[in-house]
């Protein structure tokens, strides 16, 4: 059993802003594993769902992010789940736009839904995936920016950073944290780039140098 907590704030009034990444990663996770109709529990939002096997509870708590942990204590006592079994997802403000971090255990780093789920559940050794939101552009107040809608050009990009936070998710169900720690932590720009091939292969792959003597 697995609980995937999305961490945000309810109301129409917060949907589609950056401080509501989890909510919407949650909410990909769940159409994604093609999870039960919702239903109010443990001060939130759950749907269940099968991935692989494993029974999984997606949670969106309604507490508001400051109060988030007394719905995911709510939860990871009903389950009786160990911390492992636990993976929050949330916004972080000191990663590049875009960026994954999974991690199986760690501070808060600011986070106040992080802050608040230590709290509750007494330790910092639980996994959670966190989503960059990058910093906030001059002249804007922290609060302001979390809080704030993301601007056009933002929502491509956000887009398909939370429909990989979301595989990252089913990763973490199915492959454990240390493999999806390794095939999610890294620059998507990045890995999506061709490889430059080494000297070595393309004079294996050129057909100019069979039969001839290497130099």
Not at 6 to 27: C, D, M, S, W
Not at 68 to 81: H, I, P, T
Not at 189 to 203: C, E, I, L, N, W
Request: net charge positive.
């Amino acid at each position: 059993m697995k609980l995937i907590v999305g961490l945000g704030n309810p109301g129409r009034k917060y949907e589609q802003t950056r401080h509501n990444v989890g909510f919407i990663v949650a909410e990909k996770v769940a159409v994604l594993t093609r999870a039960g109709t919702p239903k109010i529990k443990f001060e939130g939002e759950l749907a269940e769902a099968s991935i692989g096997g494993e029974k999984v509870a997606i949670l969106c708590p309604h507490t508001y992010m400051n109060a988030s942990g007394q719905s995911v204590r709510k939860a990871f006592d009903f389950y009786k789940l160990e911390l492992s079994d636990i993976l929050v997802v949330c916004d972080d403000l000191n990663l590049d736009s875009g960026r994954l971090r999974i991690r199986p255990s760690g501070s808060a780093g600011g986070q106040n839904g992080i802050k608040d789920i230590i709290r509750h559940l007494g330790s910092e050794s639980f996994p959670r995936l966190r989503v960059g939101i990058g910093r906030p552009p001059a002249g804007w107040t922290v609060t302001d920016y979390v809080l704030g809608k993301f601007s056009k050009s933002e929502c491509e990009s956000f887009e398909a950073a939370t429909t990989r936070a979301a595989h990252a998710v089913i990763s973490f169900v199915t492959d454990g944290v240390d493999r999806t720690m390794s095939q999610f932590n890294g620059d998507p720009a990045a890995d999506s780039k061709p490889k430059q091939q080494k000297k070595s292969d393309r004079s294996q792959s050129d057909p100019r140098s069979v039969g001839q003597q290497q130099p």
